[in-house]
């Protein structure tokens, strides 16, 4: 009996005394020619940052409370990417001259972040290729089919993290499909959106003024045409280049119109906004119809597009009123 409850102690023990996993992870390394006198170790999404000193060497060593997920360590203008998660020990050797090539990761944790840091030199040769979209469909497929084995094989021959592998194999669906929708729009683009074709027609538009209006109201003269949203910064900030062009170009055989793809919920932002701002011009609600947007494949806001005095395609993706190329073009048309 008294060997059973000695053998139960011992269990005891081993139980009380059995390691408890970190809730932090411990970072240490080195900057070799640094260009700041700190590390600055964020992620915007998750609300968190961390400043750490360097040393007169560029050695810094830190413990981090963190949520398993992926960071970016900066150093001056230099940066590159971190996968931290609790109970991990990572030291880095990296030089600040060359961030992306030398940084080389060593203890626990080391393995996600050394193929972190191999996938983004191989994602930035791939993407080197500035043909890569003018390839051959059947080339194109074979080289980005090349990329993601490689991809996958180094993920399989590398012992990670099982919530890591599962963010790769994520990202490497994301990126298949973004290569091979890019190819597909740049492709529609190079046949269907070329100059001198037929544009494609937006029907009753709801009018600021009143009443609706449609591109083929619009014919006899070029239109000029800036897709936008109330949301959108960018958009907002071309909208005083937008409004000196249409300055410099009033009474001119050219319409300026404004197509708002706004969501039914800021309709009134937009009347809002186009009363507040005054803007001028064709002002237009599209009510989310996406049939002209999405035969124009646009994805990003702003979109300038323009059109002849026939309806034709003269640029479908035509210069920003900001960039001093769209007077060059408007000037070569005689507009």
């Not at 060497?57 to 949520?67: E, M, P, R, S």
């Not at 994602?123 to 996958?152: G, H, M, R, T």
């Not at 119109?257 to 969501?263: E, K």
Request: proline share 3%.
């Amino acid at each position: 009996m008294k060997k059973i409850i000695y053998l139960m102690a011992i269990a005891i023990t081993m139980i009380s005394c059995k390691k408890e996993p970190n809730n932090f992870v411990t970072f240490s390394g080195k900057i070799n020619n640094k260009n700041a006198q700190s590390v600055v170790i964020s992620n915007p999404q998750l609300e968190f940052e961390k400043i750490i000193k360097l040393d007169e060497n560029g050695a810094f060593k830190d413990t981090l409370n963190v949520k398993s997920d992926f960071y970016r360590l900066s150093n001056g203008q230099k940066a590159t990417t971190l996968y931290l998660k609790n109970g991990d020990d990572i030291t880095l050797n990296i030089d600040a001259k060359d961030f992306k090539n030398t940084a080389k990761f060593a203890g626990k944790g080391a393995n996600e972040n050394n193929f972190l840091a191999k996938v983004i030199l191989l994602q930035e040769d791939f993407f080197k290729d500035k043909d890569l979209y003018n390839l051959s469909k059947d080339k194109f497929d074979a080289k980005v089919n090349s990329f993601v084995d490689d991809f996958n094989t180094n993920m399989k021959n590398t012992t990670l993290d099982s919530a890591f592998v599962a963010f790769q194999e994520k990202n490497i669906t994301g990126l298949t499909n973004y290569l091979n929708k890019t190819y597909a729009d740049k492709s529609y683009s190079a046949t269907k959106l070329i100059k001198g074709a037929v544009s494609p027609k937006f029907v009753n538009y709801e009018n600021y003024k009143g009443g609706t209006t449609s591109l083929d109201d619009l014919k006899g003269k070029y239109v000029y045409i800036d897709m936008w949203a109330t949301w959108c910064n960018p958009c907002k900030q071309e909208i005083p280049f937008l409004q000196k062009v249409e300055k410099k170009y009033h009474g001119k055989k050219i319409e300026f119109v404004s197509i708002s793809v706004d969501s039914e919920r800021d309709y009134e932002k937009w009347k809002e906004m186009v009363a507040d701002k005054n803007l001028s011009g064709v002002q237009l609600y599209s009510k989310r119809d996406q049939t002209f947007s999405g035969a124009y494949k646009v994805n990003s806001i702003p979109r300038f597009i323009l059109i002849d005095p026939q309806g034709n395609i003269v640029d479908a993706n035509a210069p920003r009123p900001s960039n001093p190329k769209l007077i060059t073009l408007f000037d070569s048309l005689n507009i």
